[in-house]
């Protein structure tokens, strides 16, 4: 950065009364005498990550803007085309004149170092911007709404912050076709490894696995379904099961999971599973109706649980932005590998722009897609469903069903719907009507009783959408007393 010069007499320009911000006009000037040198090979070098506004002088920024316009358009960019642009735009004065065009012309010697000057020119921008950002967080921390939560103004200040460090991001591109079969060879490899079944994280129940391969990375899984279908209770199982494999086979299986529970307490969740795996009603364990071994068998569990990999965030109306600060710093120090978010209709929208809920529920998703690419992680995230399953004879859910769908089903890579028959059977068993002989209606009803019987304990996971991969049910067993999910045939494990 060029040095500061402090007249003098005047303070110190560390005083905050008198510091400039950041910049460096020299490696301006270099970047734009390279332009003029050679158009194609300069532009280039910066094309994909500068832009006008990065640069701290007016006068620099408008000459950049006038370049990036010729070149574009296939002209050649220099003093000599340059003059008559600006002049007839009218602004020659304003960017030095030609004499200035000329002098930026003279100092330019080569073309190699007009990436690492447009480097330099970027960075200097982001730090202004990120002082501009600072002062605002300020200003809106003195004169915030005396309504408005603390909470909320973090939230967007970290959205901010976002926004800014994916400013200009030049990190991306294309690579090799040699790179991506590499690629695709580990994913091969590993799939071969683990029988030819899973390649990304496992959902721990064998047909379900079977369908999708596991869960891969930077998938958006989207599991939906109506109330009391069993969607917090199939999603907890998952992210049991990923953890569980985690914390028993190591690196090699299974996923440090990052569960954002915006319904449930972390109690709650936490009972659930707890009772799950011992064996006991969750409700009972809350209202402390327990025995001496019931009480011992829980504890045992919980010492057995006590390592896993699971985390759980509870925080109400949580925003994306937050879950993408929290979930980065929490796989910089474990080592993420799934996230389950509870659910996406409790989401907090970025701010209230939007007209409507759709809109709102659109960047949402987006933005739990983009977590997962960014974090290369599978993100499960529940959903709603509309009351239109209720109107239906059959109440399987269709993708139409997504509740305010919005981009839901565009942004998703897998979306599968969990149902189960025997919730509406049971609330609909038939009664005898009025021109009805008892005879028929036995035989009505015990029809209805065989109906019941063939779905007792048992659930369907429909995979509607897989964009990988092949579409289809899968059956799993339920225990509702439990809230617990395992292998049809193999039924769930019964627990101590």
Known sequence: MASLITPPGVASPRSPAFRRLPHNVEA??????????????????????LRPEH?????HSRIFQACVTLIERGQTANPVTLGPYFQQNGMLEDIGGTAYLAELAD???TVINAGEYGRIIHEL?????????GEEITEHAYDAELDEPASRQIEQAEQQLYNLATTGDFQGGFSSFRDSLQGAIVLAETAYKRSGLIVGVPTGFRDLDGKLGGLHPSDLVILA???????????????FNA?????????????????FSLEMSEEQLATRILGERAGIPSDQIRRGMLNEEKFLALAQVSQELYRLPLYIDDTPALGISAMRTRARRLKRQHGLGLIVVDYLQLIAPANSRYDSRVQELSEITRGLKGLAKELDIPVIALSQLSRAVEQREDKRPQLADLRESGTIEQDSDVVMFIFREQYY??????SQRADEDLSKFLTRHDKWKERCEAVHNTAEVIVAK?????????KLYFEGEFTRFGDLEQRADPGP
């Not at 301006?28 to 990550?49: H, T």
């Not at 640069?55 to 006068?59: G, K, Q, V």
């Not at 982001?126 to 002082?131: A, D, M």
């Not at 897989?466 to 899968?474: D, E, F, L």
């Open 28 to 49: 301006e000037r270099g970047l734009l005498g390279a332009l003029f040198l050679d158009n194609r090979r300069a532009f280039e070098m910066v094309a994909e990550f």
């Open 425 to 430: 059977l049971e609330r609909g068993e038939p």
């Open 243 to 259: 953890a569980r494999a985690r914390l028993e086979n190591g690196a090699d299986d299974g996923a440090v999971v990052a569960f």
């Open 466 to 474: 897989q964009r990988h991969g092949p579409i289809g049910t899968v």
């Open 55 to 59: 640069f701290a002088l007016n006068e």
């Open 225 to 239: 379904g109506r109330p009391s279908m069993g969607k917090t209770a199939l999603a907890t199982n998952m992210a």
């Open 107 to 109: 100092q330019a010697t």
């Open 125 to 133: 921008y982001l730090r202004r911007e990120l002082i501009a950002v």
